[in-house]
């Protein structure tokens, strides 16, 4: 039983170039949450998505979009990439959205800005 | 700002004994709090929740406390085993469904 599937799993990028990053969530979820996790912190939230629409997004800059897919896959979508984006990119998987379940992540997309 | 705070970066246990692990949030509108595990190069592995109904909820060695007049949760991993050394995340929620807020994180360390 597949669990959430993130890729790439690590990725290397310079400065000024655009990332787009992947999830496939658990089967039968519809919501699908991304996180940045910075070394040394806990995951910070920037966007949530259930049913293709966007519920809820934290305190990132616009250069930060994503997207869900009608099979509930989603992308996260980073441009004009600043050293400070590097990091470990995570996204968690839950049945839906309109209460509180736990949340399952994938093993996370580690991005290096150059 | 810091709405989840876990102030022991880490934490040293001897195998077989008990392990507390302890987390603070600020947010009185937070109703629902996780405990995650996470090891290196992997993501955060799901452990146990609890609703803000409730002031305990235990799952094998896991046992969740939740204090919310002093706004504090801890999780009690009872016995300790080596196999449990790993960085746990406390996590909470408020009525922005399963948007989780996240604390810093306890490495623990469980010696044989």
């Known amino acids: 039983d597949a669990g959430v599937t993130q890729s790439p799993t690590h990725l290397i990028k310079t400065r000024g170039q655009h990332v787009t990053l992947r999830c496939s969530p658990i089967s039968g979820h519809k919501s699908v949450s991304w996180y940045q996790q910075v070394l040394g912190q806990g995951p910070q939230f920037i966007f949530q998505?259930?049913?293709?629409?966007?519920?809820g997004r934290g305190n990132f800059p616009d250069r930060f979009s994503a997207r869900q897919f009608p099979n509930y896959s989603s992308e996260l979508n980073v441009n004009a990439l600043l050293l400070g984006d590097s990091a470990l990119y995570l996204c968690a998987s839950s049945l839906q959205g309109w209460e509180n379940t736990e949340a399952f992540f994938g093993q996370g997309t580690r991005l290096t800005v150059v | 700002d810091q709405q989840v705070k876990q102030n022991s970066p880490s934490l040293s246990v001897q195998e077989g004994r008990i392990s507390i692990l302890n987390c603070d949030y600020t947010?009185?509108?937070?109703?629902?709090f996780l405990w995650y595990k996470k090891y290196p190069a992997e993501g955060p592995t799901f452990l146990i929740s609890i609703s803000s109904i409730k002031d305990k909820n235990e799952d094998g060695r896991f046992t969740v406390f939740l204090n919310k007049s002093a706004k504090h949760l801890s999780l009690h991993i009872v016995p300790s085993q080596p196999g449990d050394s790993a960085v746990y995340f406390c996590a909470a929620s408020g009525n922005n469904f399963n948007k989780f807020y996240f604390g810093s994180g306890t490495k623990l360390n469980v010696k044989p």
């Open positions: 947010n009185s509108m937070f109703d629902y």
């Open positions: 998505y259930y049913e293709k629409e966007e519920r």
